[in-house]
């Protein structure tokens, strides 16, 4: 390593415009209004500066300039493939690994770049002599360990098309994701263990083998947790065990830009999930600009810092999709394979921090609610070992809370590090990528997003459609990304595509969350639009209630819900989940009600509090308000509500429960 000062990755791509193109800009707005007016130039960029290269020439960079069905680099022949493995040899040079994972039971499995590529053009040529040809669609039902990112690595390479579900989804919430695209493989584990318990899930993978049809071989990735036997399967660990001339000589298959990469679902709150479709192209050149932004870079380059990426997620989240992207930058990976507040099922809320600090993580990503758990809790950072090498915290899934981002910064300036960068993003499984972002080079402010992303023509509009500046308005995107769905599977005139995003505003995508954009460009975002509050005719977002309640030392989670129907007057229910020992006595009730009052406005003041077990959750995090707010206006739960496709189904029938009770 030299001793060159450290420059963040956007400041490196801008020194490239500036020799490459010629281009200066005066501040980040400046550079970022280009990115999306320029969108020909901008995009073009992007491709040169990755070093994409396409096998084939292509017509141009955005060919149909529309909302659906932008088209762009066409006649491009790419592989993502090829950009993890363009990184084997100088980080297995610089001794860096591709993959570190941990397991909660404190076992750790190291893998290196020339090891990852091994095992993926292994296992690429048997899913071949399986008979996966480009387009097929290969499922998997794995954890989140090295298998995983092998197995979705070699169908790339092969240009099979990736869907994946993790173990502790329920054999219904899986069935209606993966039948809806007929895959014609399954990889599947046959246990996981998770929150100190050893969980067989022998029984369901054959389960899944009964209802997917389609599927012609499943290999079985095989754990000292199943007490079933699956029949009529393969050994993953057989497959990915080739070292031969065919591995070492292998070359990824070119495919074109618009090829699919994977198949996302929707949180499936009710109905069956939304099969999301992005492209091979697209999700690559977008990965790269999100890469940027989280200011992610090789491992082994001088001015990488020893990279080392860790994002807390499940397979179900598609910050799973996030964290393998790592991958793409040529950075370390660290992956937790457990539960994140301890192994015992107890409530360690420094599992993840020791964690980091064993594996000397760079970057450190997890879900919004677990910074706040850590608040609440009153863990101490100094307790967790030596974090010196964490210079950047990320957050998503739902707004941080100021007090809780402020904590975080206090935590790391006590131990030392008092320029911890906190890049909070917002975006969704829709796209893959972000709308609002960080930029290591702006101001950070606790509760805020520091910019919009490059490329993503990102405004607040009003219901007339018009834009709004330092106004609360809808997340709208008025001009295409690469990385917007090709499709939804099996919608074949793009019906439900365009009703899921552009029926508010033709042409223009409509993200369903409330965005407010700031003279100086940042960003907050104030929850989803659909389940806003409306009180006497004023609206506000639930992230801001929350912020307001979840502030008390003896409120953990929450849940508001607005019961305004078919005119009558509303009535706010505020649900909150208590630390142990508290109770829900009249103090806290006046002390939530004070904060409420003081921070926002007594318009939203609960009308009753209640205190809850635990707040309802998709297996991404979100808080599950518009189904829970149906169910309190009287609608059947098994018609707004599939339970396999909730973190904590357990908790539904305390609500039902009382609803039924306040209807009465």
């Known amino acids: 390593?030299?001793?060159?000062?450290?420059?963040?990755?956007?400041?490196?791509?801008?020194?490239?415009?500036?020799?490459?193109?010629?281009?200066?800009?005066?501040?980040?707005?400046?550079?970022?209004?280009?990115?999306?007016?320029?969108?020909?130039?901008?995009?073009?960029?992007?491709?040169?500066?990755?070093?994409?290269?396409?096998?084939?020439?292509?017509?141009?960079?955005?060919?149909?300039?529309?909302?659906?069905?932008?088209?762009?680099?066409?006649?491009?022949?790419?592989?993502?493939?090829?950009?993890?493995?363009?990184?084997?040899?100088?980080?297995?040079?610089?001794?860096?690994?591709?993959?570190?994972?941990?397991?909660?039971?404190?076992?750790?499995?190291?893998?290196?770049?020339?090891?990852?590529?091994?095992?993926?053009?292994?296992?690429?040529?048997?899913?071949?002599?399986?008979?996966?040809?480009?387009?097929?669609?290969?499922?998997?039902?794995?954890?989140?360990?090295?298998?995983?990112?092998?197995?979705?690595?070699?169908?790339?390479?092969?240009?099979?098309?990736?869907?994946?579900?993790?173990?502790?989804?329920?054999?219904?919430?899986?069935?209606?994701?993966?039948?809806?695209?007929?895959?014609?493989?399954?990889?599947?584990?046959?246990?996981?263990?998770?929150?100190?318990?050893?969980?067989?899930?022998?029984?369901?993978?054959?389960?899944?083998?009964?209802?997917?049809?389609?599927?012609?071989?499943?290999?079985?990735?095989?754990?000292?947790?199943?007490?079933?036997?699956?029949?009529?399967?393969?050994?993953?660990?057989?497959a990915v065990a080739r070292d031969d001339d065919g591995v070492a000589g292998f070359e990824p298959v070119k495919l074109p830009f618009d090829h699919p990469i994977w198949i996302l679902y929707s949180s499936g709150t009710t109905g069956k999930p939304k099969p999301i479709v992005q492209g091979l192209g697209g999700t690559l050149i977008t990965s790269f600009v999100n890469l940027m932004h989280m200011d992610l870079g090789p491992s082994y380059a001088d001015n990488s810092l020893n990279e080392r990426f860790h994002w807390f997620t499940s397979t179900g989240w598609v910050m799973w999709n996030v964290q393998f992207s790592g991958l793409i930058a040529g950075s370390t990976i660290c992956l937790f394979n457990g539960a994140p507040n301890g192994p015992k099922g107890a409530t360690d809320w420094t599992t993840l921090w020791r964690f980091a600090a064993r594996h000397k993580v760079t970057f450190f990503g997890s879900g919004a609610a677990f910074y706040v758990s850590c608040e609440k809790d009153g863990i101490d950072l100094s307790t967790c070992g030596d974090l010196s090498s964490v210079r950047a915290l990320g957050s998503t899934g739902s707004p941080l809370p100021e007090s809780t981002q402020i904590w975080g910064t206090d935590q790391f300036a006590a131990i030392g590090t008092t320029d911890i960068w906190w890049c909070n993003i917002s975006g969704g499984t829709d796209l893959g990528g972000c709308f609002c972002t960080g930029n290591r080079e702006l101001p950070v402010v606790p509760g805020q997003m520091q910019c919009r992303q490059l490329g993503m023509a990102v405004e607040a509009w009003n219901d007339d459609g018009q834009p709004v500046g330092d106004q609360v308005g809808e997340l709208v995107c008025v001009r295409p990304s690469p990385g917007m769905p090709l499709r939804f599977w099996g919608d074949d005139d793009g019906e439900r595509y365009r009703t899921s995003y552009f029926e508010k505003y033709p042409g223009i995508w409509c993200h369903g969350d409330w965005l407010k954009i700031q003279p100086d460009g940042s960003c907050i975002i104030y929850g989803r639009s659909d389940s806003t509050i409306n009180r006497h005719g004023v609206r506000m977002g639930t992230s801001e209630i929350y912020s307001a309640v979840e502030a008390l030392p003896d409120v953990v989670d929450s849940l508001v819900l607005d019961l305004e129907y078919l005119g009558q007057e509303s009535r706010l229910l505020l649900f909150v989940v208590l630390r142990d020992g508290a109770d829900i006595s009249d103090d806290l009730k006046s002390a939530i009600n004070a904060n409420i009052r003081s921070n926002l406005s007594p318009r939203f003041v609960p009308d009753e509090i209640i205190a809850a077990p635990e707040v309802p959750r998709t297996l991404s995090g979100k808080k599950q308000e518009v189904p829970l707010k149906k169910i309190f206006l009287g609608q059947d739960a098994s018609k707004v509500l599939t339970r396999d496709a909730m973190a904590n189904p357990h908790v539904l029938d305390w609500y039902v429960d009382t609803a039924r009770r306040m209807s009465e």
């Open 1 to 238: 390593m030299n001793n060159a000062p450290f420059r963040p990755q956007i400041a490196l791509y801008r020194d490239w415009l500036k020799s490459e193109r010629g281009l200066e800009f005066a501040d980040y707005e400046a550079l970022r209004s280009w990115s999306v007016t320029d969108v020909d130039a901008f995009w073009q960029s992007i491709w040169d500066y990755s070093g994409m290269q396409s096998s084939t020439p292509y017509e141009g960079v955005l060919c149909t300039d529309k909302m659906p069905g932008g088209e762009w680099f066409k006649g491009a022949h790419v592989n993502l493939a090829d950009h993890v493995f363009k990184h084997v040899d100088a980080a297995h040079a610089a001794g860096q690994p591709a993959i570190i994972c941990e397991n909660e039971l404190g076992e750790v499995i190291e893998l290196s770049w020339p090891e990852l590529r091994r095992k993926a053009v292994s296992l690429a040529l048997k899913l071949r002599d399986l008979g996966i040809e480009p387009g097929d669609r290969v499922a998997a039902y794995l954890p989140n360990g090295p298998e995983t990112m092998i197995a979705f690595l070699a169908c790339a390479s092969v240009g099979a098309v990736w869907s994946l579900c993790a173990p502790d989804m329920g054999v219904r919430a899986v069935i209606d994701r993966f039948a809806q695209i007929e895959p014609k493989v399954l990889i599947a584990a046959d246990g996981v263990h998770y929150a100190g318990k050893p969980m067989d899930r022998g029984q369901t993978v054959i389960d899944l083998l009964a209802e997917l049809p389609s599927v012609q071989a499943t290999l079985l990735v095989q754990t000292p947790y199943a007490t079933v036997s699956v029949p009529s399967c393969e050994s993953f660990e057989g």
